[in-house]
């Protein structure tokens, strides 16, 4: 059965620090990979996209990596900011059909 | 980058009646667009999928009777709920595609529809 499974469920640090979300997924064939930035109350936005030859993609304070060996993904956000606190989501694409398979999210809360 | 308005942006309605979403792709054509539905501390669930001028292909589980969609041109689909009940109120979330559901999806900010 084709999942995303996000870790954690939800993590609280504080501004300047970095952190690193977790995405493993069962999904195939594999098309690609997307992280999603959604701020409560919003539609999500996108930050990355990776497909199966990227091992990593960068967009400004974050940083995705795809391991397709293993079926991870990590996002690494960098010197975190108080507006990044939001739910980050992983979707991966199957290639069969296309269809996205949405992770849960972790949702981030940076404190002052 | 790609913008995708919804309107209303909330809405509180009686149950029986019918509540209609507007999606409107503002600076691109969308070839497909797609509707999802959020509940609280969950994660996006696809409803259904549409292009433009054809009948939309509904998720399983999603009555087409009751999430009315139109797609009617590349810059506008509509959802309609009709009959509303409590256990519909959620947040409902549209995005467009230039492509196919293999190319990136746009977002729109989002409904939130509370059925009392």
């Known amino acids: 059965k084709n999942q995303v499974e996000q870790s954690p469920q939800s993590l609280i640090i504080l501004e300047g620090k970095n952190c690193t979300l977790q995405c493993n997924y069962t999904v195939s064939p594999f098309s690609n990979l997307r992280w999603y930035k959604q701020d409560t109350g919003r539609g999500p936005v996108s930050l990355t996209i990776m497909t199966f030859s990227e091992n990593t993609k960068s967009n400004g304070r974050y940083t995705a990596t795809l391991d397709a060996d293993t079926k991870q993904s990590s996002l690494h956000i960098t010197a975190s900011q108080l507006s990044d606190s939001a739910s980050y989501i992983c979707?991966?694409?199957?290639?069969?059909?296309?269809?996205?398979?949405w992770g849960a999210g972790t949702k981030l809360i940076i404190k002052p | 980058g790609a913008v995708v308005s919804q309107h209303p942006s909330w809405v509180i309605c009686k149950s029986g009646t019918s509540v209609k979403i507007e999606c409107r792709s503002l600076?691109?054509?969308?070839?497909?667009m797609f509707w999802y539905r959020q509940f609280p501390k969950q994660s996006l669930m696809l409803m259904a999928t549409?292009?433009?001028?054809?009948?939309?292909?509904?998720e399983q589980g999603v009555e087409k009777d009751k999430f009315l969609i139109n797609h009617a041109s590349l810059t506008l689909s509509t959802l309609t709920v009709t009959s509303a009940h409590p256990e519909d109120s959620s947040f409902y979330i549209c995005?467009?595609?230039?492509?196919?559901?293999?190319?990136?999806?746009?977002f729109g900010p989002g409904t939130r529809l509370t059925v009392l």
């Open positions: 979707v991966v694409s199957a290639r069969s059909n296309y269809q996205l398979i």
């Open positions: 995005s467009g595609s230039q492509g196919s559901l293999m190319d990136e999806q746009f």
């Open positions: 549409s292009n433009e001028g054809s009948k939309a292909t509904y």
């Open positions: 600076d691109f054509q969308a070839t497909t």
